[in-house]
């Protein structure tokens, strides 16, 4: 697994760790020895750097997977091109390396996430089968991955499943997205200033998401394709920041309009999720008070801390 | 058969069901199963094919067999009253199989495997077993976000489970390499609670509620498990751990849920 220490991954790690899952991470060499030594054997980890792609074949030859999980890589989807080619690099040439040596390695499945934002600006639900229209460096480098990927399952037979998840939300996420932005400013007492929230978004509770990779990772139908992981539940962003300081009892509030909207902002993000629904049998059940609940409730106890990748049970 | 004229025949046709299908159809499933079984192995004799492999079940021996059942407590001791028809009838065939190889010298064989699992299965409410029927228990307490779960008895028994391709690589391994009287074992040789099989459930769909044991509820035989010391020393070892079987099984079941494909009954 790549980004194993992301807020998906760890997410994703502990249920993997449940069912009984043989792991080994990426991690950058500067950390991978202290990572190895906080995970004591219970998963195992091997340096590599997405942003060093000639590093990944080595790396995944000695993993020997069964399975990829890939879900490192570059994620700000600011709109200015000063690190274009740093999105390129470590999204497109690292997931292109990895593939090929997954490809050496005979992998059962190449699992890897994509974005909502390579549907940009068009009608919603958005159906994976549209023209990707990316507005940042950020998802055009995914959607070059999805069309390198999608070509190496059409022309090699590559199984790669590219899942695009929709604003995933949950317990150790960090700032600047959104939610946890919302909810560090609510638990502090503090007002929250923030663009005009008009923009509806699709927020998808992050056990749900967690439950579609793990799904696709093993569904043999999953291959090949592009999978919309959404709740269906769209809301306006003040819509979801008024919930957060209602549910927080926060003594601050919402600041709507203080805040300048960003280029090419997306107006509304939906998913259409029949296809998951149909090849997966993925469905969310979380419910978004639900969610935002168990959200607010681990920030409240353990600030903006990552969720740890082995449960204290465990 | 005699048009495609195979060179080996692999028998896993039956008329299969659980308690209550056996208990009220006896002569359905005592008929039908020695027909299945006659007709194929006849057939497959005459026009000479040159191996067959009998697919049987563990509920063949006796109900007081000691656990790990081993091959040799075949015809010991009476059965188990609930499915004796059909543990009759292939008895029968396994018997069939063995006066083959005696009379005619029929390279015949037989397998036992014990209780499988795996994609495919019947996940269906009412016919299923108990571990597709745990799997869909626990999908729908998580989805409605239910504090327990039920589960029949004191989750003591003991079960056995062997995942489905683990069985299907026994059946090519035996169909190469094994000639012999005896209807060999097919398992895993390692048995688990049911409270531990559901907690592993658990983990592997995300369930994190409780179980509510009730004990009310019978328990069925403590232990139930096979002897495949035999198999084991002919080379042959189930490879796939309960654990990687059982989330391979949940996402089949996610996708036959959604498709409409759950069978029933």
């Not at chain 2, 009310?216 to 189930?238: C, S």
Request: include cysteine; charge should be negative.
């Amino acid at each position: 697994m790549t980004g194993g220490t992301g807020f998906i991954g760890r997410h994703l790690v502990r249920r993997l760790l449940g069912c009984g899952a043989d792991i080994t991470l990426l991690a950058r060499p500067a950390h991978a020895q202290d990572l190895a030594a906080e995970l004591s054997g219970k998963i195992c980890v091997l340096p590599g750097a997405l942003d060093d792609p000639a590093t990944l074949g080595p790396v995944v030859a000695e993993a020997n997977p069964q399975i990829i999980i890939h879900l490192g890589g570059y994620s700000d989807p600011a709109r200015d091109l000063s690190r274009s080619e740093q999105a390129m690099t470590v999204n497109l040439m690292a997931t292109m390396a990895l593939a090929q040596a997954a490809m050496d390695a005979g992998v059962e499945a190449f699992v890897t996430t994509g974005t909502s934002e390579e549907y940009g600006h068009q009608a919603v639900p958005f159906h994976e089968d549209l023209p990707m229209k990316p507005l940042s460096p950020y998802s055009a480098s995914k959607a070059a991955v999805t069309l390198w990927l999608g070509m190496l399952h059409d022309t090699h037979g590559f199984p790669a499943v590219m899942i695009r998840p929709f604003l995933c939300y949950g317990p150790g996420q960090t700032p600047p997205k959104l939610v946890p932005s919302a909810i560090l400013a609510a638990l502090a007492g503090q007002d929250f200033p923030m663009t005009s929230g008009q923009q509806t978004r699709e927020l998808t509770y992050v056990d749900d998401l967690v439950d579609g990779l793990l799904t696709a990772a093993l569904n043999p139908a999953a291959r090949g394709r592009v999978l919309n992981l959404g709740s269906g539940q769209e809301h306006t962003a003040l819509d979801i920041v008024e919930r957060i300081f209602a549910l927080s009892g926060s003594s601050g509030r919402p600041r709507p309009g203080t805040v300048t909207e960003r280029a090419s902002e997306m107006n509304r993000v939906l998913a259409e999720t029949e296809r998951a629904a149909k090849v997966l049998g993925w469905q969310a059940t979380t419910q978004l008070e639900t969610g935002l609940r168990e959200t607010i409730g681990w920030a409240r106890r353990h600030g903006d801390c990552p969720v740890p990748l082995i449960p204290e049970d465990f | 058969m005699r048009e495609a004229s195979p060179d080996a025949v692999f028998l896993a046709a039956a008329k299969v069901g659980g308690i209550l299908a056996n208990d009220t159809r006896p002569a359905e499933f005592l008929h039908d199963n020695l027909a299945i079984q006659t007709n194929v192995i006849h057939t497959a004799h005459e026009i000479g094919v040159e191996k067959l492999l009998f697919l049987g079940s563990t509920c063949i021996y006796p109900r007081m067999a000691p656990q790990p059942m081993p091959e040799d407590a075949l015809l010991t001791g009476p059965l188990e009253p609930t499915n004796e028809w059909y543990a009759i009838a292939k008895i029968a065939g396994l018997k069939l199989c063995q006066a083959c190889r005696k009379q005619y010298g029929d390279d015949f064989i037989s397998a036992m495997p014990t209780n499988l699992y795996g994609p495919g299965d019947n996940y269906s409410p009412s016919g299923s077993h108990v571990l597709p029927a745990l799997m869909a228990k626990m999908c729908k307490a998580r989805g409605e976000g239910a504090a327990a779960v039920e589960i029949w008895g004191s989750g003591n028994p003991r079960r056995e489970f062997l995942y489905v391709d683990d069985l299907a690589d026994a059946l090519v391994f035996m169909m190469k390499s094994y000639s012999g009287d005896t209807a060999l074992n097919v398992g895993v040789g390692e048995d688990i609670s049911i409270a531990d099989l559901a907690r592993k459930i658990a983990a592997v769909v995300g369930y994190t509620g409780d179980f509510a044991f009730d004990s009310t509820k019978p328990d069925g035989t403590p232990r139930k498990l096979v002897d495949v010391t035999r198999l084991n020393a002919l080379g042959w070892q189930a490879q796939t751990s309960l654990d990687e079987g059982l989330v391979r099984t949940y996402a089949d079941y996610r996708a036959a849920l959604s498709s409409g494909s759950v069978r029933s009954g």
